[in-house]
């Protein structure tokens, strides 16, 4: 009887588990179809947030060359570049999983991490939890022996910055990329030859992961990847996002981006990506996200890479500034190091961005497009609107500090100019045409200067104004 018994509660919870997400993701106010999942506005932090930043860490650390896709790169497509660095550097019978191992993270402070986050100015971070080589930076139930806890670090990287950031950076939101597939996983190989009629990886381990990170560490971003070759019914998508909108415990905080299945970037989920890198520099009608790297050939540390490859802070505030004046926000990523290090010309550029953000932060964040993205009379000039201000970021200083504007429109004795980091108040006129502005900006030294990158005209009371 006491087996019998055992055997009927063991089925029973086997039933449950097979059962249970698309159960949750049943129940509530949105339904798992596009249609309604779509229908659900993002939370208001992450519009009003701008910028955050992205970190790619993982076992491809280690090599630390050319991609975070050294495995795909090494065996999958057999590039000559990763072949020959692995016949040059390590012994024949190598294996990717030997790897890692040599993933330690000694030198890995969380608190630092978050402070140095921080001092971006951002207002999100997104870590990756697992890449595609499938190694989880968190001790995974459903990822045995090649996760972080159990090989390399032996460490919870994911908890322990999470738990960082909700102590130490409190104004930054913590989220999680997570890659869907895995390369090489047997399961996802299994139900990919079959043309994806089968599920096996996606109960036993996508699944199952989502569920667990959500749960364990409550992120405010679910930053999805890795869905490309299966479609969405594949994935289970929209069970899994009527149960994160509906039940989870980020349901009233969490946003997701759009890489839910072949066919859904750029059209179904939260906010879009499209492709990386995405920069439409126009208006977008919906919600959208510039993930770029600070490193222009990849997402990782690279132990290759020379000072030309990193975008200096020109090219930084410039993107800023097509991005969020087309409606977008910035995901900026940088890698850390195998031993637990961010170094120093990322830890600079952070560093940077967080300097101009202090000074020029009132026309980035909870900012709105203005009825003019950029200026068509002055090439870099980009605007943003908030609370009947309006704001011109000028990405060149201009020839005998004349700033010719031709989008906004000021009226005599109303509108006032101002540059943000500047007490006094600026001169200005109406073009010939009647139409447009020309700023006598301050002549100011080097060191005069409220900061060294783009400069913020802020215009009150114009004829033109935005919401």
Same mark, same amino acid.
């Given at each position: ?17 097979? +059962? ?28 009003? /947030? ?32 990763? +072949? ?40 999100? +971070? ?232 202090? +000074? ?82 301050? /002549? ?24």
């Amino acid at each position: 009887m006491w087996q019998s018994n055992m055997a009927l509660i063991s089925a029973l919870v086997l039933v449950a588990i097979c +059962v249970w997400p698309p159960v949750l993701g049943a129940v509530g106010k949105y339904e798992p179809n596009w249609a309604s999942l779509d229908s659900r506005p993002l939370p208001p932090w992450y519009d009003e /947030a701008k910028i955050g930043i992205f970190m790619h860490w993982g076992v491809f650390s280690v090599p630390s060359f050319g991609s975070a896709w050294f495995w795909w790169y090494w065996q999958g497509a057999h590039d000559a570049a990763y +072949v020959n660095f692995m016949k040059q550097n390590y012994p024949p019978g190598f294996t990717y999983a030997d790897f890692a191992p040599h993933f330690t993270t000694e030198f890995y402070e969380p608190k630092a991490f978050a402070e140095i986050v921080q001092a971006s100015g951002a207002k999100y +971070v997104v870590l990756t939890s697992k890449h595609h080589e499938g190694f989880t930076n968190w001790p995974s139930k459903y990822s045995w022996n090649w996760n972080s806890m159990d090989v390399g670090p032996k460490r919870d990287l994911v908890g322990e910055l999470a738990t960082a950031f909700r102590t130490y950076a409190k104004d930054v939101h913590f989220g999680l990329y997570y890659s869907l597939f895995e390369w090489f996983n047997p399961l996802y190989l299994q139900d990919k030859q079959g043309g994806f009629k089968t599920q096996e990886y996606v109960r036993d381990v996508a699944l199952s992961e989502l569920y667990e990170i959500i749960e364990n560490y409550k992120p405010d971003v679910l930053w999805s990847d890795g869905d490309w070759e299966a479609t969405a019914d594949y994935w289970n998508s929209t069970e899994f996002l009527a149960w994160l909108y509906n039940s989870s415990p980020v349901n009233a905080t969490v946003v997701t981006n759009d890489r839910w299945g072949k066919g859904t970037s750029c059209k179904h989920g939260g906010y879009y990506t499209c492709h990386d890198r995405y920069n439409p520099g126009v208006l977008q009608k919906h919600k959208w996200e510039n993930a770029m790297t600070i490193d222009r050939k990849a997402w990782v540390f690279r132990r290759e890479a020379v000072l030309a490859d990193y975008y200096d802070m020109e090219y930084l505030t410039k993107t800023l500034a097509e991005t969020i004046s087309c409606g977008g926000n910035l995901l900026m990523n940088i890698g850390p190091t195998h031993d637990g290090r961010i170094v120093p010309i990322f830890e600079e550029r952070l560093r940077q961005m967080g300097t101009w953000l202090k +000074v020029n932060g009132e026309a980035v964040y909870s900012t709105k497009p203005w009825v003019a993205q950029n200026d068509t009379m002055t090439p870099g000039v980009w605007y943003t609107t908030k609370e009947g201000s309006v704001y011109a970021i000028v990405l060149d200083w201009p020839a005998n500090n004349e700033l010719d504007l031709g989008a906004p429109t000021g009226k005599t004795g109303h509108t006032k100019v101002s540059m943000l980091g500047y007490s006094m108040p600026l001169q200005w006129r109406s073009l010939p045409s009647g139409k447009g502005l020309n700023i006598t900006l301050p /002549a100011l030294n080097e060191a005069q200067l409220p900061c060294q990158w783009a400069w913020v005209i802020k215009m009150d009371n114009l004829v033109m104004d935005c919401c």
